[in-house]
């Protein structure tokens, strides 16, 4: 794909950083992209080239059916891709009522919405024939009982729809447990709201036995896109968002996200995440994103030219083989990793923590891709900056009028 080709008008909803790095390769290739803004998360319509558009979700997803129908009535192809598992969810439902020159992979009928389900996507996982952790869905106290009689403790807590648990509960959403009764103390609130969670067999090891397979898979069962990662740090540690990771072939993390994507019957865009038991070297399928990851721009860093061959897969055009992966490339998200970086060196003693700090530098080695500090589209850094500045100003302010 060419500079020259003639781009869709692409639609981003709630892009975060990967919306951003699939927004920052498109436009340098001539196309239009817009970018569809919750209230309070407008940094990202700072990058340059792209439109922005400010629009919250709620009330079910109305206000954002009316944006999209409002760009698809002056007649252009539109191209809409999610980069959060509500904006995948809202989709699934909403694109029976849009037109038809909007184009997105998400359908009713599709695989979406069982794969967003962690307790569905692990059925389809077990009857693809990979390794999957034992797991049971507790929602009250009599199940978290029956459990916790045969669980292999220690356990993994998770919720099963991932985005709901963020809108009610905050960021921090997979939770390792010692036995029972830290696991009832945890789950008290989620049962009192009649939240559905699993309790899961935890697979050891750190965050860098974790291994990510991201792909396309169109219909026909072909992945015009798919390449692979290892996670180095993410945040929070152990269970969180990649803060830093590096391009890499991971052949058994590929082949179980494409036994698990080809039992489901899936189509569109799709991370896997597995993770290689510690001790024994065995990799196991943890779950599955079914939409642009956190750290998709990597894929552009590494040089499989994941973007373009996004949207051509979707406009159904042909595509030749895809570029090789080159391994060892990195992306870094320091507004994240910072929040991993600075409590390490805080608990390390002081004379540890320059060899510590010279050794979590390394880990920055082959850095392609940087989210919203890319020096090259600045716009976004400096929004996030001038943010900080004027809330440090309003609190310094607020403490000068306290004083007497």
């Given at each position: 794909?060419?500079?020259?080709?003639?781009?869709?008008?692409?639609?981003?909803?709630?892009?975060?950083?990967?919306?951003?790095?699939?927004?920052?390769?498109?436009?340098?290739?001539?196309?239009?992209?817009?970018?569809?803004?919750?209230?309070?998360?407008?940094?990202?319509?700072?990058?340059?080239?792209?439109?922005s558009i400010v629009v919250p979700c709620e009330p079910a997803g109305e206000p954002w059916l009316e944006t999209l129908q409002r760009l698809a009535g002056r007649g252009?192809?539109?191209?809409?891709?999610?980069?959060?598992?509500?904006?995948?969810?809202?989709?699934?439902?909403?694109?029976?009522?849009?037109?038809?020159?909007?184009?997105?992979?998400?359908?009713?009928?599709?695989?979406?919405?069982?794969?967003?389900?962690?307790?569905?996507?692990?059925?389809?996982?077990?009857?693809?024939?990979?390794?999957?952790?034992?797991?049971?869905?507790?929602?009250?106290?009599?199940?978290?009982?029956?459990?916790?009689?045969?669980?292999?403790?220690?356990?993994?807590?998770?919720?099963?729809?991932?985005?709901?648990?963020?809108?009610?509960?905050?960021?921090?959403?997979?939770?390792?447990?010692?036995?029972?009764?830290?696991?009832?103390?945890?789950?008290?609130?989620?049962?009192?709201?009649?939240?559905?969670?699993?309790?899961?067999?935890?697979?050891?090891?750190?965050?860098?036995q974790l291994e990510e397979a991201t792909v396309v898979r169109l219909a026909d069962g072909s992945y015009p896109v798919r390449w692979g990662c290892r996670k180095l740090r993410q945040y929070p540690p152990g269970f969180?968002?990649?803060?830093?990771?590096?391009?890499?072939?991971?052949?058994?993390?590929?082949?179980?996200?494409?036994?698990?994507?080809?039992?489901?019957?899936?189509?569109?865009?799709?991370?896997?995440?597995?993770?290689?038991?510690?001790?024994?070297?065995?990799?196991?399928?943890?779950?599955?994103?079914?939409?642009?990851?956190?750290?998709?721009?990597?894929?552009?860093?590494?040089?499989?030219?994941?973007?373009?061959?996004?949207?051509?897969?979707?406009?159904?055009?042909?595509?030749?083989?895809?570029?090789?992966?080159?391994?060892?490339?990195?992306?870094?998200?320091?507004?994240?990793?910072?929040?991993?970086?600075?409590?390490?060196?805080?608990?390390?003693?002081?004379?540890?923590?320059?060899?510590?700090?010279?050794?979590?530098?390394?880990?920055?080695?082959?850095?392609?891709?940087?989210?919203?500090?890319?020096?090259?589209?600045?716009?976004?850094?400096?929004?996030?900056?001038?943010?900080?500045?004027?809330?440090?100003?309003?609190?310094?302010?607020?403490?000068?009028?306290?004083?007497?």
């Amino acid at each position: 794909m060419t500079a020259g080709t003639e781009w869709p008008h692409i639609v981003l909803l709630e892009p975060f950083n990967a919306g951003l790095a699939l927004a920052r390769r498109m436009t340098a290739l001539g196309a239009r992209v817009t970018v569809v803004l919750q209230p309070g998360h407008t940094l990202i319509g700072r990058s340059r080239g792209v439109e922005s558009i400010v629009v919250p979700c709620e009330p079910a997803g109305e206000p954002w059916l009316e944006t999209l129908q409002r760009l698809a009535g002056r007649g252009e192809e539109i191209a809409v891709l999610p980069a959060s598992d509500r904006a995948c969810e809202f989709l699934v439902h909403a694109l029976p009522k849009l037109p038809d020159n909007v184009l997105a992979f998400e359908r009713l009928d599709g695989a979406h919405l069982k794969l967003m389900d962690k307790h569905e996507a692990d059925a389809i996982a077990t009857r693809a024939g990979v390794r999957v952790p034992w797991t049971m869905p507790v929602g009250d106290p009599q199940q978290l009982a029956a459990a916790a009689e045969v669980a292999p403790w220690p356990c993994v807590i998770k919720p099963v729809l991932s985005h709901e648990w963020r809108e009610r509960y905050g960021q921090e959403r997979v939770f390792l447990v010692a036995d029972a009764d830290e696991a009832a103390e945890l789950l008290a609130r989620p049962f009192a709201d009649g939240f559905p969670m699993l309790l899961m067999q935890y697979v050891p090891g750190g965050d860098e036995q974790l291994e990510e397979a991201t792909v396309v898979r169109l219909a026909d069962g072909s992945y015009p896109v798919r390449w692979g990662c290892r996670k180095l740090r993410q945040y929070p540690p152990g269970f969180g968002a990649t803060t830093v990771a590096e391009s890499a072939p991971v052949p058994e993390a590929m082949e179980i996200a494409e036994r698990v994507l080809d039992e489901a019957g899936f189509v569109g865009v799709a991370n896997v995440e597995t993770k290689r038991h510690a001790d024994t070297g065995e990799n196991w399928f943890l779950e599955v994103n079914v939409r642009l990851p956190g750290h998709w721009g990597l894929g552009d860093a590494c040089g499989v030219q994941c973007s373009q061959r996004l949207l051509a897969a979707l406009l159904g055009r042909p595509l030749g083989p895809q570029p090789p992966l080159r391994a060892g490339v990195r992306v870094v998200f320091p507004e994240l990793d910072k929040r991993v970086v600075g409590p390490m060196l805080a608990g390390a003693p002081a004379w540890r923590r320059p060899a510590l700090a010279w050794r979590l530098a390394q880990s920055y080695r082959g850095t392609r891709e940087l989210g919203m500090f890319d020096p090259r589209d600045p716009g976004p850094a400096l929004a996030l900056a001038g943010d900080f500045t004027r809330r440090r100003l309003a609190g310094l302010a607020a403490r000068v009028q306290k004083s007497p």
